[in-house]
């Protein structure tokens, strides 16, 4: 069964710095790797995703991710983080190519950003 | 419209109760997902919708949960004799079609029971 790992439940990071969060998948098939940002009261925000090609995506509000399958990793980064990046975010794997986009999420990784 | 609506965005029941939650999907997204977002747990799915048929429902935590999809667009997620831990997030996304399509989520129906 698949399944996604955000080891950092919690990331603090002052405003301008870089921000890196971790996400491993374990999946038997080729995956479809996505982020997501969900902030206080809203929905899920697609921020990227990737099922194959250059492994490294660029996303929206200048986020990045680089997908390493020798290290069943997909991280998401910032080189420079604004206060309205202060949310929570969510990695997820799918299944590539299958009729129905049922996602498995990680526990998410809350993001705060000090002035 | 312009996005995935869900209504109510909050409801409070008493344990025993039964509720609706209702999910209207983007103008012209044939598939549907329902997900659960609670402490604890994290954001699972519970089912999926093709139209009007549900291929996958095997998130669906018991036989007091179910969902209908009517003429290819609104869906109601159907929660009878409400337990306590029932509260959560309930969230619907929809997309064009299934597979590698994006995902939009409402923004979710808190449900509470006390």
């Known amino acids: 069964a698949q399944s996604v790992t955000q080891p950092d439940i919690h990331i603090t990071v002052s405003e301008g710095a870089s921000l890196e969060l971790r996400c491993n998948y374990s999946?038997?098939?080729?995956?479809?790797l996505f982020w997501y940002v969900q902030s206080p009261g809203q929905g899920l925000q697609l921020l990227l995703k990737?099922?194959?090609?250059?492994?490294l995506v660029q996303g929206i509000k200048g986020f990045e991710a680089e997908f390493k399958r020798s290290q069943s990793s997909f991280n998401l980064r910032k080189p420079s983080v604004h206060w309205s990046d202060a949310a929570e975010y969510f990695c997820?794997?799918?299944?590539?190519?299958?009729?129905?986009?049922?996602?498995?999420f990680g526990g998410g990784t809350r993001v705060l950003v000090k002035p | 419209g312009a996005g995935v609506s869900q209504s109510p965005s909050n409801k409070v029941t008493e344990k025993g109760k039964d509720v609706e939650l209702r999910c209207d999907p983007i103008?012209?997204?044939?598939?549907l997902y329902w997900y659960r977002q609670s402490l604890g747990q994290g954001l699972e799915f519970l089912i999926y919708f093709q139209g009007n048929s549900a291929p996958d429902k095997s998130g669906l935590p018991s036989d007091r949960f179910s969902a209908e999809r009517t003429g290819g667009s609104v869906s109601t997620l159907t929660i009878q004799r409400t337990q306590q831990e029932d509260s959560a997030v309930y969230l619907c996304?929809?997309?064009?079609?299934?597979?590698?399509?994006?995902?939009?989520f409402g923004q979710g129906t808190r449900l509470t029971v006390v």
């Open positions: 997820a794997v799918g299944p590539y190519g299958a009729a129905g986009n049922k996602l498995t």
């Open positions: 999946y038997g098939a080729t995956p479809y």
């Open positions: 990737y099922f194959s090609g250059d492994t």
């Open positions: 996304a929809s997309s064009l079609e299934g597979g590698n399509t994006e995902a939009f």
């Open positions: 103008s012209g997204h044939t598939a």
